[in-house]
């Protein structure tokens, strides 16, 4: 298959390879399923271009020049390169052999992206990933670019070059260190966090967006003491004293010295995957993409 396509692709070169194993004409045109005649006028042509013959005839076959026999070589080399090109694109237009290339937020790595990676592969075995970690504005970039097949990641886009699937629901709660006065109520308002020293995600992270939209629709506008890259790194200040932040739930438990209390009234993000809305997802990553989407609980729907 790669081969056949390689030859489409590079006719000329095909043929002085052919005639390089071969060392007669009429055995190299059988080899490439092609005349005699083509083979011969494409080593003319060559020859022409060359400035200088690449065959010369011996008896009834042929033998390569000192001209021809550097060009079969580079031909050797181009053309194991092309035929590798063209096995990758056969893989990728088949969605069982493909690649993905799949960015998510930092907080997924721990346990929803490998539960949804080995869920997806007992169906597809075949399919091969690339994954990148990377801050919310930048995976969209990175989508909107094509380096990206697809990102998980919240809050959902509202874009129009973009389309976007929700898949679940996280639940946020407020992490605050276990000696804390507030480790022991069963529910706080995000209005009476205006005095409290808060950490937090740095900005352009989705989580960052996500805590100034609530804080601002609580009257206030945070000012983070410390911020961070990850948030294993923000629980981290909490539990050092520097202050108490807006998190998902910690899967499976939140640190020791850390307290989770619940929000009042309830906060969630919505997590799911972005693609581009402008060009074709490759085979592989429609795949994975459906397959994801299969997953969720009934009702949700995918943004236009």
């Known amino acids: 298959m790669a081969e056949t396509l390689a030859r489409a692709i590079a006719p000329r070169l095909a043929a002085l390879r052919a005639l390089?194993?071969?060392?007669?004409v009429t055995r190299a045109a059988d080899a490439l399923g092609v005349p005699q005649p083509t083979v011969s006028r494409w080593l003319a042509e060559l020859g022409r271009e060359l400035g200088a013959p690449?065959?010369?005839?011996?008896?009834?076959?042929v033998r390569l020049t000192r001209a021809g026999e550097l060009l079969a070589?580079?031909?050797?080399?181009?053309?194991?390169?092309?035929?590798?090109?063209?096995r990758r694109a056969?893989?990728?237009a088949d969605p069982e052999r493909g690649r993905v290339v799949f960015a998510f937020l930092h907080t997924m790595g721990g346990v929803h992206v490998p539960e949804l990676l080995r869920a997806f592969r007992k169906r597809h075995p075949g399919v091969r990933f690339t994954l990148m970690q990377a801050a919310h504005e930048e995976m969209l970039g990175r989508v909107r670019a094509g380096a990206?097949?697809?990102?998980?990641?919240?809050?959902?886009?509202a874009e129009p070059d973009l389309r976007a699937a929700p898949l679940y629901r996280q639940p946020l709660v407020l992490a605050v260190p276990r000696h804390h006065e507030l480790a022991g109520r069963d529910g706080v308002a995000v209005a009476e966090l205006a005095g409290e020293p808060l950490v937090g995600m740095k900005p352009g992270y989705g989580l960052r967006q996500i805590t100034d939209e609530l804080c601002a629709a609580a009257g206030f506008r945070p000012a983070l003491g410390f911020e961070g890259d990850e948030v294993d790194t923000v629980r981290g200040l909490v539990a050092a004293g520097l202050g108490v932040a807006l998190l998902p739930a910690a899967e499976p438990a939140p640190p020791d010295a850390v307290a989770e209390v619940p929000l009042r009234p309830a906060a969630t993000r919505t997590v799911g995957l972005v693609w581009a809305g402008g060009r074709p997802l490759p085979p592989a990553a429609r795949l994975f993409r459906d397959f994801a989407i299969s997953l969720r609980p009934a009702g949700g729907a995918a943004h236009a």
Do not use: K, N, Y
């Open 20 to 24: 390089a194993r071969e060392q007669h």
């Open 148 to 157: 990206a097949d697809l990102a998980l990641t919240s809050p959902l886009p």
């Open 54 to 61: 690449v065959v010369v005839r011996v008896g009834r076959g």
């Open 90 to 92: 056969a893989e990728e």
């Open 73 to 86: 070589d580079a031909a050797e080399e181009a053309m194991a390169a092309v035929e590798a090109g063209c």
